[in-house]
């Protein structure tokens, strides 16, 4: 079979043909240019790329499969295109004339295409369920503001058979009160939180200091109140989680990742932090290991709670407690055989959103994060906007540490999870 191409139509509306030059990495193959209105430009695909911290652990073949024991399946190959080609048009009957010779339909909304076409066993009916009804061991929170009719981790977790608490502000207790389903249990944020919490500037009370108070009165909450090792802390715009092998992405129907995450991060004695990916960062085609150590762990954090440190910062706290956690030696783990559909934060109405980047965008964010830590940070842009990039290879050394009681089963365990497809096992 001959090697798969992909055709990228997605911004050959917006790119001129200097814009198109500096955005590949080798001169472009410009097809009959003069004699058709038809140009294709082509592009290397990225192949196996990898974020950059992922470099050193791949270099070192299947690294994860003596982690990964007892764990559920994971297979992920390469199935990345051996060249991309950027398609320019002039008119719908060229479109029409392409669509014909590539035997597929390009429609006004058609972003790329496969050649051959792709065969994807499509997951829109599909979810994965456990007979073993497993549950998130340690307790779930979520911290919301201004987003009692939306709820989007909150309908989540209900749809999933997950009981829950939200942590809401005293002003929107009854709003929250008035929306929300039965697994759901609402806490009062003490303000006591926000007036003693280290927003890592001068600016105190004057502007919100984001969610990381809430962040902080939960940790207490699950440690001094319900006397839990571990908690789960998520943000509040969370539409669905899924589970990622054999190169697809599948929603699931239950609580059963959450425990096979909790499971995996208890095994080490200096794992501090856990979570999924998001899931428009774990490409489903690309081969990747079910999780990687030492980097930062965003909106969906399994957190020990004996470890010591709290929430600061008025945005970014996510990285910089993941980075504290890391110079001092403690270990994290994302994964990627589970996933977070976490909405972007500025497409939703509410929370951080309204708070902040309506208002500033994101320049504050991302200057915050590289002024509390210089070393190996940097500002750079992202998707249009001011980012901040961070270099997480330096933690590559933090090893993780097996309990000494901890003797790790060979084999695939997979916590009674099969696929359903419209509600019948398949």
């Known amino acids: 079979m001959a090697e798969p191409l992909a055709f990228d139509f997605s ?19 410009a097809l009959n240019s003069d004699e058709t209105a038809l140009e294709i430009v082509a592009v290397p695909s990225n192949g196996n790329a990898k974020e950059p911290e992922q470099v050193a652990l791949f270099e070192k073949g299947e690294w994860w499969e003596e982690h990964w024991k007892g764990m559920p399946e ?15 048009f002039e008119d719908q009957e060229d479109i029409d004339a392409f669509s014909a010779l590539v035997q597929q339909k390009i429609g006004p909304d058609t972003k790329s295409i496969w050649h051959p076409e792709a065969e994807i066993a499509h997951g829109k009916h599909k979810k994965y369920v456990s007979t073993a009804h497993h549950l998130p061991k340690y307790p779930v929170y979520i911290v919301s503001k201004g987003r009692w009719e939306t709820r989007h981790t909150s309908r989540t977790l209900h749809q999933l058979g997950v009981k829950h608490f939200i942590v809401v ?40 200091k984001g969610p990381g108070p809430a962040r902080n009165f939960v940790w207490d909450h699950a440690q001094n109140v319900l ?7 998520m943000d509040d715009n969370i539409d669905g989680f899924a589970r990622l092998t054999d190169n697809l992405k ?28 998001y899931w428009m960062f774990a490409k489903r085609k690309q081969k990747i290991p079910p999780f990687i150590f030492n980097t930062r762990i965003y909106s969906c954090n399994l957190i020990r709670n004996d470890v010591p440190y709290r929430w600061r910062g008025r945005y970014n706290e996510d990285t910089d407690l993941s980075i504290r956690m890391m ?10 055989a589970f996933l977070q559909n976490k909405l972007t934060t500025q497409s939703v109405a509410g929370g951080c959103n309204a708070e902040f980047y309506e208002k500033e965008g994101t320049g504050p964010k991302s200057e ?20 901040h990039y961070v270099d997480y290879s330096v933690f590559e050394h933090n090893i993780p540490k097996l309990k000494a009681d901890v003797q790790l089963k060979s084999g695939v365990d997979n916590y009674g999870m099969f696929i359903k497809v419209n509600g019948a096992q398949l």
Request: some cysteine; hydrophobic content about 40%.
């Open 250 to 277: 599948t929603f699931v129907a239950d609580g059963t990742m959450f425990r096979c995450m909790e499971d995996f991060c208890e095994r080490y004695e200096n794992v501090a932090m856990g979570g999924p990916n």
């Open 169 to 208: 502000e005293q002003q929107e207790f009854n709003s929250y009160k008035a929306a929300i389903d039965d697994s759901a249990t609402l806490l009062i944020l003490d303000p006591l939180y926000q007036e003693a919490y280290d927003a890592c500037d001068d600016l105190g009370m004057t502007k919100s």
């Open 74 to 88: 994971f297979i992920q190959e390469d199935k990345m295109p051996f060249k991309t080609l950027l398609v320019h």
């Open 327 to 336: 110079r001092d030696g403690f270990v994290t783990v994302q994964f990627n």
């Open 227 to 233: 006397k839990s090792e571990w908690h789960w802390v």
């Open 11 to 29: 911004q050959t509306a917006a790119l001129d043909d200097d814009e198109i030059a500096q955005s590949v990495s080798e001169p472009m193959i």
């Open 368 to 387: 915050m994060q590289v002024r509390l830590h210089p070393d190996i940070s940097r500002l750079t842009e992202r998707f249009g906007r001011i980012h």
